[in-house]
Each structure stands twice: as structure tokens, then as C-alpha cells.
């Protein structure tokens, strides 16, 4: 029996304690929803009774108070290890909402009253409306600093135009949170974000999900024809094309996507192992039986410790950099830590879900045997932007070789 990841503070401790009474609710009706291709809207039905998509928000304002990356981390995890496909959805809300928690705070160090109000007021009305934002940031051929999704002014607000792909959670969400580009009072081309109610005029979630694994997840593509929002809808915004800005905005999102591939992992093993202790007395016992689990033993350790690492590396970042982002040179460093991570665990975990079908043997590779599904659905965030593997290979190797990241 080996350790596993555990929360650092008593609200990320709470918070896991939530994720594992979900997860052991959302595991028995996990094949059914894989198997037909549906949506489970009974289980985003519990996590919003739960408010576990607040989980980040300060209590003041309704939310759970986590604000550790680490213990966000470790929660999602335990998530998936009941139905990853859920798991996936939400944490790109949560992405979402600690970029707006990580906001509210700097302007609260810096004393920015009218912003931090500003940000507040958004907070609670998540938490009101129970609010649930699915992502719409991936697009075909994508340049990922420059969105071809566009925000151009209107006299009501804006008017979003473009189409976007594997929007995960999105028969469930209340709004999109999507990346466009967009003219600046200065003439320039910036990045933002739009959130776009999901009963928009001219919103289009096309029901086209169709694929290996994570058949649950509701990752359609969505298309915004002349969608118009108002003027408050279009938030943040860097120059398009700087990398800085996108790392910062994502530095968390691939340990993310990466705590997805572990849950999917530990579940696989967990699986292998109760499938080996159900055999025949001396099963356990061979040699090359020992040595397979003793593999996986070592992989799912090393994997653990990376990811804790990568979260704990940003959480020290928050703490040593209260008033500010920090310097583009502390993010793509640890935007690549955070991507190396990302890689690793994913690579890792593939090894590990095959290496648990093996164990398992030939009734794990049945149709219906969560070790069949998690060796489809482990598969997917190689995939997942940022960074799907061929750009952070590119990535990670441009920054180990003291180059310039680039993300194009």
C-alpha cells in the first residue's frame, strides 16, 4: 500500500473529502454514460448542489476557500478516478474562476479598491447563479495567442464571431469562456476573454461529440455567428501574439489536464490490483507478476511527486508575488516546469493503465470494465492544449536550451 497525494490546508482537505464521496457516486454510473455517449447532467447536478464549482471562491463570497493549486490539484484527481470525463469539465471552470480569484487578490495587495470590488461582484454571482463555464478556447490549426474567434464593438457590447472546438462540459454550462481577439482602445490586437451565455442569439453547441475515449465529457464544438454581448462581457486581455501572457493565464491548466491522467491511472491500478487479489491463491506470488506491480508502483510515486511539485511550484509563486504576475522570465520558467510535468504524468500514466491491463488480464479489455475505459480515456489529454505533446516537446526543449519558448 503506498501513500497518496493528500491536501495541505483544511479547506483543500475539505474539499477532497467532497471530491471522494462524488467520485464514489459518479463510478457506478460512469460505463453506462461511456457506453451510450451521454451526458451525465445528474452528476454537474451534484457538484453544483455541493458548490463544488465554487471550490476556489473565498468564503466571504459563498466559495470553499481553497486557494492552494496543490489542493485543487489533489481534489481533481480523486475526481476522476470516478468518471475522468466529469473530472475534465470541471476543471477547466476552475481555471476559469482561480484566474479570477488570483486577480481579485493582486488588486486587493495592491489596493485597488474599484477593481477588486469589481472582481468580487463576478465572484459571487458564480457562486449565486451557480454559475458553470465551460471553456471554448481550442479552434482548428490554432495559433494559440491570437484566437481567429473574434470580439469586435457594437453599439450593445461586442459581437463574437468564430467557431471553436472540444468544448468540454458544454451541454451543462451556463456560459462559455472564450478566447477572442480583440481591437483595443490603442488600435492594437489584443487577447481576451468573452463569457457568453449559452442561450446567446447566434450560439450554436453543435451535439457532434463522437470519439475514443472520454465519451462522456460532452466535448462538442460551438459556433458563434454575430453572438452579441454586453460591454462587461470581454475581460482581461494581453497583446496577441505575447507569449507571457498566454503562460500566466495558463500556468496551472496543464497540471490540470494532468491530474485528470492520474485519477485515470490510480482508478486502472486499483482496479489491477483487486482483480489479482480475486484469483487464485498464488497469483500474487510469481516473480513477473511482482515485478509489473512494483513497476507501477515506482511510476504512480514518481508521478505523484512530480505533480505536487509543479502545483507547489506555483502556489510559491502566488506567495512570492502578491501584487503582481511576475517577470516573463519566472513564467515561462515555470510555465515549462509546469508543461514538463504535464508530460511526464501524462506519459506515465498511459505506461501505467496499459500495464494494469496486462495484470488484470483478459477481462479487462471487455467492453464495460473500467480498465478498458480508462485505457481510451487516459489517452485523451496528450491532446489537451496547453500543451498538447508535439508543442511541448518543442517547448520544453526550447526553454532547457536557454531559447525562446515559442508558442506558435
Not at 483544511?10 to 460512469?30: I, T, V
Not at 480515456?377 to 516537446?393: C, E, I, K, Q, Y
Request: charged letters at 20%; glycine letters at 10%; one cysteine or more.
Amino acid at each position: 500500500m503506498f501513500l497518496e497525494l493528500t491536501p495541505r490546508t483544511e479547506a483543500g482537505a475539505r474539499l477532497c473529502a467532497l471530491a471522494r464521496s462524488l467520485s464514489d457516486q459518479f463510478s457506478g454510473e460512469a460505463a453506462a454514460h461511456d457506453r451510450d455517449a451521454t451526458y451525465p447532467h445528474e452528476h454537474v447536478e451534484s457538484l453544483k448542489q455541493a458548490g463544488y464549482f465554487a471550490a476556489p471562491i473565498p468564503p466571504a463570497f459563498g466559495g470553499h476557500g481553497v486557494d492552494s493549486i496543490h489542493d485543487l490539484i489533489v481534489a481533481s484527481t480523486i475526481l476522476a478516478r470516478g468518471n475522468p470525463s466529469v473530472a475534465i469539465g470541471v476543471n477547466m471552470h476552475l481555471i476559469a474562476v482561480v484566474n479570477m480569484v488570483r486577480r481579485w487578490w493582486i488588486a486587493l495587495a495592491r489596493g485597488d479598491e474599484r477593481r477588486a470590488n469589481g472582481i468580487a461582484a463576478a465572484l459571487r454571482e458564480i457562486v449565486d447563479e451557480r454559475a458553470v463555464f465551460a471553456a471554448a478556447i481550442s479552434e482548428p490549426q490554432q495559433d494559440l495567442t491570437r484566437p481567429s474567434t473574434t470580439a469586435s464593438r457594437v453599439d450593445a457590447g461586442w459581437r463574437i464571431d468564430g467557431r471553436k472546438i472540444f468544448c468540454t462540459m458544454s451541454p451543462a454550462a451556463t456560459a462559455l469562456y472564450t478566447s477572442v481577439t480583440f481591437r483595443g482602445d490603442d488600435g492594437n490586437e489584443r487577447y481576451g476573454y468573452a463569457f457568453v451565455p449559452t442561450d446567446a442569439p447566434g450560439l450554436t453547441v453543435h451535439d457532434d461529440w463522437d470519439a475514443l475515449g472520454m465519451r462522456a465529457s460532452g466535448s462538442n464544438s460551438v459556433s458563434f455567428d454575430g453572438v452579441t454581448v454586453a460591454s462587461s462581457a470581454v475581460t482581461g486581455g494581453f497583446l496577441a501574439g505575447e507569449a507571457a501572457g498566454y503562460m500566466e493565464r495558463n500556468l496551472a491548466a496543464g497540471l490540470f489536464h494532468a491530474s485528470a491522467s492520474l485519477g485515470i491511472a490510480e482508478s486502472a491500478h486499483s482496479h489491477a490490483m483487486d482483480s489479482l487479489k480475486s484469483r487464485a491463491a498464488g497469483a500474487c506470488e510469481a516473480p513477473s507478476t511482482q515485478a509489473m506491480v512494483a513497476e507501477s508502483a515506482i511510476e504512480l510515486a514518481a508521478a505523484r511527486a512530480a505533480l505536487a511539485r509543479g502545483a507547489s511550484l506555483i502556489d510559491q509563486h502566488h506567495e512570492d508575488h502578491p501584487t503582481s504576475h511576475g517577470s516573463p522570465e519566472e513564467l515561462t520558467a515555470l510555465f515549462g516546469e509546469a508543461q514538463a510535468v504535464k508530460t511526464f504524468v501524462n506519459d506515465t500514466s498511459v505506461r501505467l493503465v496499459d500495464r494494469a491491463l496486462t495484470l488484470a488480464g483478459g477481462r479487462g479489455y471487455l467492453n464495460g470494465h473500467p480498465i478498458a475505459r480508462a485505457y481510451r480515456d487516459v489517452r485523451a489529454s496528450a491532446f489537451m492544449n496547453p500543451l498538447a505533446t508535439g508543442r511541448a516537446h518543442e517547448f520544453i526543449g526550447q526553454v532547457a536550451l536557454g531559447l525562446e519558448g515559442s508558442l506558435s
